[in-house]
C-alpha cells in the first residue's frame, strides 16, 4: 500500500491503516484541499503497525505518495516527477538539531548517550555525563 506524508506532522503513514481513502473522499465531497492525516490525527491514536517515520530526505510523486531515496531506482518513472518532501510548517527534523550542554559540549542528537534505565530515562551529555542542562536548536543554515 502507498505511503503519503501526514499534513500536520510530517509521518509517512500507510493509506490502507490511515483513514486516508475516507477523508479523500470526504475532501472531494466538500470541493476542499485534500490534506492527508496520519491515524493519530485523523482517528486520536497512532495504528501501532509500524514504528513513525519522519518524512525528512524523502521524495514525493506526483500523486502525492512518498518514497524514500533508496526506493527511487525500483520505482516505475511514470509515477514522477520526484520532488524533495517539504515538511509541514512548524515540524523540525531531528537532523536539523544541534544539542547543547553547560559543559561546552556541542553535537548532533545521534551523539548523545540514555542513561542508565534505558530509554525511558532520558538522555546524557557524552562529555560530562550531565542529563541536567541539555538543550537544542535548530540550525537555519541546514535549510
Known amino acids: 500500500m502507498p505511503l503519503f506524508m501526514c499534513s500536520t506532522c510530517g509521518v509517512a503513514d500507510n493509506t490502507a491503516v ?3 481513502w475516507q477523508q479523500q ?3 472531494l465531497e466538500k470541493k476542499a484541499e485534500f490534506k492527508p492525516l496520519c491515524s493519530e490525527h485523523f482517528f486520536g491514536a497512532w ?3 509500524f514504528p513513525k517515520n519522519l518524512v525528512a530526505g524523502w521524495f514525493v510523486d506526483a500523486s ?3 518514497w524514500r531515496e533508496s526506493e527511487l531506482a525500483k520505482v516505475p518513472a511514470n509515477l514522477g516527477p520526484f520532488t524533495p518532501a517539504v515538511l509541514p510548517e512548524g515540524v ?3 537532523a536539523k538539531l544541534s544539542w547543547f550542554c553547560a559543559c561546552g559540549w556541542t ?4 551523539d548523545l548517550k540514555p ?7 532520558g538522555l546524557a551529555c557524552p562529555s560530562c555525563g550531565a542529563t541536567g ?3 537544542s536548536k535548530e540550525e537555519a543554515a541546514n535549510g
Open 18 to 20: 490511515s483513514g486516508y
Open 25 to 27: 473522499h470526504a475532501a
Open 47 to 49: 495504528h501501532g503497525r
Open 64 to 66: 502525492g505518495f512518498v
Open 92 to 94: 523540525i527534523s531531528l
Open 107 to 110: 553535537g548532533q542528537a545521534a
Open 115 to 121: 542513561t542508565p534505565g534505558g530509554a525511558t530515562s
Open 133 to 135: 542542562g541539555l538543550a
